[in-house]
């Protein structure tokens, strides 16, 4: 049950103010004896020229309900304290029976796209791509959650002049076994190779424009090595993709827009919004701002362009009523332009896009960089984080079955959810030995807790005891604590639905846990007597809501470990 949404409800049918405002005045009170919410009268005082401790009087009067042990006045509050018992166990009766479904709700409803992960064609996946993937696929479950389809969408960087330059690179230095053997280093190796060949030699420059102008022009070699770099990249891709477990539902990505382009540029035309400006074709974005180009004055068209066209053919093709792009923060003026060049267009659908930036990695403090040699390497990361996880388990827990998948859960839960747990926006320094740690504010630490659960009611089943499917009273603090967030959790899935935020639901599960970690050591759980049953029930409840919370995140949840 959702009490603070029936708070909203009872004061709304007695004060004349929207039900967002009446949830933002909403308070918890710190003293438990002033109830479990407050509604603060004040703001209603002016407009309604009475003071304040009357119109709390006022209100009180007016409502009542069973779903609360007591509606006070007191002073300018009015105040709701839950009936704890009765919390506790309509939370368990619910998640029970709901089990993996408990927190399922309507939000919204219809196609989303995600742009999300979208690394670039024969460069090593960046952190920043890490990233990426792995909000975007928290956010695409969340929204599956509350109603909405996603559609995860890699718009690949695929194509572009770097790829005239590359083939060049490998016509001169390339090697079919290498890059058969590592395919993105190798290739990666050639393109470097070229730009510091080109620097002396600017002949090659020209050669690169030369197989770009091929591979324009459809030239069978150009085409088929620039097709073979793909492949090959992408599934150097899906290897990272795979341990991460994430999947994508198309890999359309900049060149499959590439005669997509010229109809954007003729309606924009059309639409008298293109206007030259030192030989580029603009489009203004109003006054103090630099308009965006959408032709360059070598006649090649950009970035922008390219997202124009796939925004248009994804809305003809998917129909959405909304569509993220998951993209670093340093990309937001692009996204900026993108929507009001398609506000202008008249697509009143632009309101409906929303880049969902993130912050920045860097390492030691400095700006990760490929070229110059500031690397992280993922699959090393995630490599490290599988074998030190597989490392505890052989410590801890020796006769553990399916060691390897545990090792793997738990070694890339620990990354997934170390890249969750804070503020999309916020910055971090990348360290290693901080993202493989198990004890604290870690994914491994929510595992372990449901492990525990888990390990609880095998105990309990081994005795002959099962969570009980009708009695849920328990009226202890640490039960109390526990099913109060809970009954969160529905609340919860909503914010970070709406919020677009993956980490309201990292802070939840944490802080679960820990609630969950003191019931656990201080109450006897599997002691025989009347009410093992309710509790038993508890420990389901929990575990059913930490599995669920860390599916959302895109972490598996091992029942041992
Ligand atoms: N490939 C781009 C990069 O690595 C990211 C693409 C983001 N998506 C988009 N529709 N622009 O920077």
């Known amino acids: 049950m959702d009490f603070k949404n029936e708070v909203v409800e009872l004061i709304s049918s007695q004060v004349d103010l929207p039900k967002e405002k009446i949830a933002a005045l909403i308070e918890r009170p710190k003293n438990a004896k002033m109830g479990d919410y407050a509604f603060p009268c004040f703001v209603l005082a002016k407009e309604l020229h009475k003071n304040p401790v009357e119109i709390a009087k006022n209100i009180t009067d007016n409502i009542s309900s069973d779903d609360f042990a007591s509606i006070k006045a007191v002073g300018p509050y009015v105040n709701f304290a839950i009936d704890h018992e009765k919390l506790v166990s309509s939370t368990l009766k619910d998640v029970l029976a709901q089990n993996n479904h408990y927190g399922d709700q309507e939000v919204g409803h219809g196609n989303v796209p995600i742009d999300m992960s979208s690394p670039n064609i024969a460069k090593p996946m960046s ?82 424009r030369d197989w770009f102008k091929k591979l324009e022009d459809g030239d069978p070699e150009a085409v088929k090595l620039w097709k073979w770099f793909r492949e090959v990249s992408l599934a150097d891709f899906n290897r990272i993709y795979k341990e991460l477990g994430v999947t994508f539902d198309s890999y359309n990505g900049e060149a499959f827009f590439n005669d997509k382009m010229q109809p954007v540029i003729d309606e924009l035309k059309d639409k008298g919004l293109l206007y030259e400006s030192r030989g580029a074709q603009v489009v203004d974005m ?70 969902v930036p993130f912050g920045l990695i860097t390492q030691g403090g400095k700006k990760l960089s490929t070229r110059k040699g500031n690397v992280v390497f993922l699959d090393q990361v995630l490599k490290d984080a599988v074998n030190l996880a597989k490392k505890q388990i052989e410590e801890k827990n020796p006769d553990l079955a399916n060691q390897d998948q545990v090792a793997h859960d738990v070694g890339v839960g620990a990354v997934i959810f170390h890249d969750l747990k804070n503020d999309r926006l916020d910055n971090f320094d990348f360290d290693l030995n901080e993202v493989v740690r198990f004890e604290g504010d870690t994914g491994p630490y929510v595992q372990y807790t449901n492990a525990r659960a888990q390990s609880v009611l095998r105990k309990a089943a081994a005795m002959g005891e099962k969570p009980s499917d009708t009695d849920f009273a328990l009226d202890d603090d640490w039960a109390f604590a526990v099913a109060k967030d809970i009954a969160d959790f529905p609340r919860i899935i909503r914010r970070s639905a709406e919020k677009f935020e993956p980490s309201v639901i990292a802070k939840y599960s944490l802080d679960l846990a820990k609630k969950f970690n003191k019931y656990y050591a201080n109450v006897k759980i599997l002691t025989k007597d009347e009410k093992i049953g309710a509790r038993l029930a508890l420990v389901k409840a929990t575990s059913i809501v930490l599995t669920e919370a860390l599916r959302l995140l895109g972490v598996n949840a091992p029942e041992e470990m």
């Open 127 to 208: 952190m920043g791509h890490l990233r990426s993937t792995v909000i975007g696929n928290s956010i695409a479950k969340t929204m599956e959650k509350v109603g909405y389809t996603p559609i995860k969408i890699n718009y690949l960087g695929d194509y572009g002049t770097q790829f005239g330059k590359l083939i060049a690179a490998y016509k001169h230095w390339g090697n079919e076994e290498d890059v058969k053997k590592d395919p993105i280093m190798s290739l990666f190796h050639y393109y470097v190779r070229f730009h510091k060949e080109a620097e002396e030699n600017p002949e090659l420059d020209q050669e690169g």
């Open 286 to 355: 109003g006054e103090d701002e630099n308009p965006a180009i959408i032709v360059k004055s070598d006649g090649t068209s950009i970035y922008l362009t390219r997202d124009l066209a796939a925004a248009e053919w994804r809305m003809k093709e998917y129909d959405f009523v909304k569509m993220l792009y998951v993209v670093g923060n340093e990309q937001a003026q692009h996204f900026v332009e993108l929507k009001t060049v398609l506000k202008k267009m008249s697509y009143d659908w632009s309101d409906e896009i929303h880049h």
